[in-house]
């Protein structure tokens, strides 16, 4: 999901506990739109939205509640008037809802991601994956990281176990069942991103361990909103790799050139280009889907007798479910 959605969801749900509160302070009142509107400073149409939604319920007191704590505070306040001791109850209210509802974010989401594989006899690579986000911290498929910093940008640690790239020796045609396997990257990195006018600014800096390979990238992600519950997302992602990157996962050794009768194919460090565009669209408050397109061009002084190809297609779709 993207830093822009997220926000908007994190500003809505702001006001909403903002609007909650106001209503609980006033518990025995009868709160009308107009006076939500004037005390909370809250825009009615978005007012209108959580009625229509269900989510508030305006213009009488607070009557009954499905909690058997709350049911008994109400009961408690309706016969009780020692406003001391129902200030306290309800500022105890107060704190349970508060720490049930705290506003942050929290999406779970599962999807399926599709890719020309790069090397000859791979064909085609298809995963199930998972995403979470709770607050700062986040699991996207086999990415798991977490932001320390969210001033004026943000500052992401990350560990990533990319199963994208690599392969088995087994999957591969011919002769190259004779190379060695190419295990899968495991890195290790720091983001930093910003927003500006709805666009998403990233650079990211990391080590594969796996290659014993640094890795620098540089993404752009813009954000548009067509109309209300779609967004359009296209992203560019242009990462550099160290020359032991392109040695390991594309190069051709000398032990393996002998058995293969291949020649010797030296790495080089390179750049990867991906281009994507996604549609993400709610059809409620808690439940969306999110369908993206992509193309990957790695560098063409990687392309060795292994490779069937520099460039791939990619795609994926995803089921998303807030809670809120």
């Known amino acids: 999901m993207s830093n822009y959605l997220k926000e908007l969801i994190k500003k809505e749900e702001e006001l909403f506990n903002k609007a ?80 049930y509802i705290f506003p942050i974010e ?4 599962i999807g399926r991601y599709t890719q020309e594989g790069f090397y000859k006899g791979q064909g085609r690579q ?8 709770y607050g700062s911290f986040y699991i996207q498929g086999s990415e798991i990281g977490g932001n320390i910093y969210n001033k004026d940008f943000k500052i992401i640690p990350f560990i990533k176990y990319d199963s994208i790239t690599g392969m088995k020796n087994e999957d591969l045609e011919d002769e190259l069942k004779l190379l060695n396997s190419r295990n899968h990257p495991k890195l290790l990195g720091i983001k ?18 796996t290659s014993n390979a640094y890795k620098i990238s540089s993404l752009i992600q813009q954000n548009f909103r067509p109309f209300k519950p779609l967004f359009i997302i296209p992203s560019i992602e242009l990462s550099y790799y160290g020359e032991k990157y392109g040695d390991y996962f594309y190069g051709i050794s000398q032990e393996e050139s002998l058995k293969t009768n291949f020649e010797i194919h030296q790495g080089n460090d390179g750049f990867i280009l991906d ?41 994926s779709f995803v089921f998303i479910y807030r809670f809120l």
């Open 192 to 209: 930093f991103e910003k927003n500006y006018k709805n666009i998403d600014y990233q650079i990211s800096f990391g080590k594969d361990f």
């Open 106 to 109: 929290k999406n779970f989401s």
């Open 126 to 133: 298809n995963f199930n994956f998972v995403v979470l986000n």
């Open 275 to 315: 281009l994507n565009l996604s549609f993400m669209m709610f059809f409620s408050e808690k439940v969306g889907i999110s369908l993206k397109g992509g193309y990957k061009k790695i560098d063409s002084k990687w392309k060795s007798p292994m490779l069937d190809k520099t460039e791939s297609f990619n795609a």
């Open 20 to 99: 909650r509160e106001f209503m609980w302070d006033n518990y025995d009142k009868n709160i009308s739109i107009d006076i939500l509107v004037k005390e909370t400073g809250i825009e009615r149409k978005l007012i209108n939205k959580w009625i229509d939604e269900g989510r508030l319920s305006l213009g009488s007191k607070i009557t009954k509640s499905t909690n058997p704590f709350f049911e008994e505070l109400i009961k408690d306040r309706d016969r009780k008037n020692d406003k001391k001791d129902w200030r306290m109850k309800k500022f105890i209210l107060f704190l349970i809802i508060n720490i």
